[in-house]
């Protein structure tokens, strides 16, 4: 069993729509991450928290220590968001399957 | 200026072979990883390096080992390559000390072995 378990594994919206990615872990932790991988293969960092909500433009992510939960979501989406969304967690940085988003104009 | 910077990005190789992906950060972080994503995009560490101390992934073959000249290099070195290490392999640099920082990675290298 992964340490990380993100879901849904794929995800398709339409443009507008808000979208929410899960992740649940096993691991004590101290942070953790959501990456962004486009399509061209770029990894980039989102968001890194370890308590509470962070927002950055349409972005908006939560993490619930006691549960070992996070969730990410997006508002008013829009096809360039379209990517692997990947959450990571742990020193050593477990990661979670990815979830493929496809926004539809 | 790339904050974390890989080379080469592409690399093709005959199986047997012995090959180095280079990897440079140079926004002063002290800690460096090296990450392998396999076919089905699955992201796994393989090493970090922090300040001398090197974490291996007890999963990675002997074969793979990492060198650090200094706190800003971490490169790759690969023995005997085979089939099942063609994959990409993805460098990040943050910072450790007492609360991990944000990760940043490089553009990604990668390898087909043939």
């Known amino acids: 069993k992964n340490e990380v378990e993100q879901s849904p594994q794929n995800l398709t919206a339409q443009e507008g729509e808000f979208i929410t990615i899960n992740c649940s872990y096993s691991v004590g932790i101290s942070a953790l991450h959501w990456l962004q991988q486009h399509p061209g293969g770029g990894i980039v960092s989102l968001f890194m928290l370890s308590s509470g909500k962070k927002k950055h433009g349409r972005l908006i992510a939560t993490i619930n220590i006691q549960e070992k939960h996070s969730s990410l979501h997006i508002t008013a989406s829009h096809p360039r968001d379209s990517a692997v969304y990947i959450c990571?967690?742990?020193?050593?940085?477990?990661f979670g399957t990815g979830t493929s988003l496809t926004v539809i104009p | 200026d790339t904050a974390v910077s890989q080379t080469p990005k592409y690399l093709v190789t005959q199986m047997g072979n012995d090959k180095s992906i280079k990897c440079e950060q140079n926004l002063g972080h002290d800690t460096m990883y090296w990450y392998k994503q396999d076919s089905k995009k699955f992201l796994k560490i393989m090493f970090s390096y922090n300040n001398k101390e090197l974490i291996i992934n007890e999963t990675v073959p002997n074969r793979f080992s990492p060198k650090s000249p200094d706190k800003a290099h971490l490169n790759l070195h690969i023995n005997s390559l085979e089939l099942g290490d063609s994959a990409v392999y993805f460098c990040?640099?943050?910072?450790?000390?007492?609360?991990?920082?944000?990760?940043?990675f490089g553009e990604g290298s990668r390898l087909t072995v043939l």
């Open positions: 990571a967690v742990g020193n050593q940085f477990y």
């Open positions: 990040a640099s943050s910072w450790r000390r007492r609360q991990l920082g944000e990760l940043f």
